[in-house]
């Protein structure tokens, strides 16, 4: 059973700064890639950023420039380094771990945690 828990998310002021995380413990490790998702209020589920196996990043336009996702090998964890925040990053931001023994295929979901960028 994989269990996946994100951390981190809290009201902000706009301009502000947040870090999520999210871990599979015993499985973070042993990913292809782990990608962010981030759902507002009322619209689809949008891709937010990913981090594959070797260590590449990628990033949705909208997020690009001010998100930052990282590994923490020591810690078990990936990190999303949220800066300069805005209204409409105002969601729920989900992890999604997809692993090497699936053949980097289908997924395992966390909860979620809410961001909230508001004055």
């Known amino acids: 059973q994989v269990q996946v828990v994100e951390s981190g998310g809290g009201l902000v002021q706009p301009g502000g700064s947040l870090r999520l995380s999210c871990t599979a413990p015993?499985?973070?490790?042993?990913?292809?890639?782990l990608d962010w998702y981030r759902q507002a209020a009322g619209k689809q589920r949008e891709w937010v950023s990913t981090?594959?196996?070797?260590?590449?990043?990628s990033y949705s336009d909208s997020v690009k420039g001010r998100f930052t996702v990282s590994k923490d090998s020591a810690e078990d964890t990936v990190s999303l380094q949220m800066t300069s925040l805005k209204p409409e990053d105002t969601a729920m931001y989900s992890c999604?771990?997809?692993?090497?023994?699936?053949?980097?295929?289908?997924?395992?979901w966390g909860r979620g945690t809410q961001v909230t960028v508001d004055a």
């Open positions: 015993g499985f973070t490790a042993a990913s292809c890639r």
């Open positions: 981090i594959k196996e070797d260590g590449s990043t």
């Open positions: 999604k771990i997809v692993l090497l023994r699936d053949k980097c295929t289908g997924g395992y």
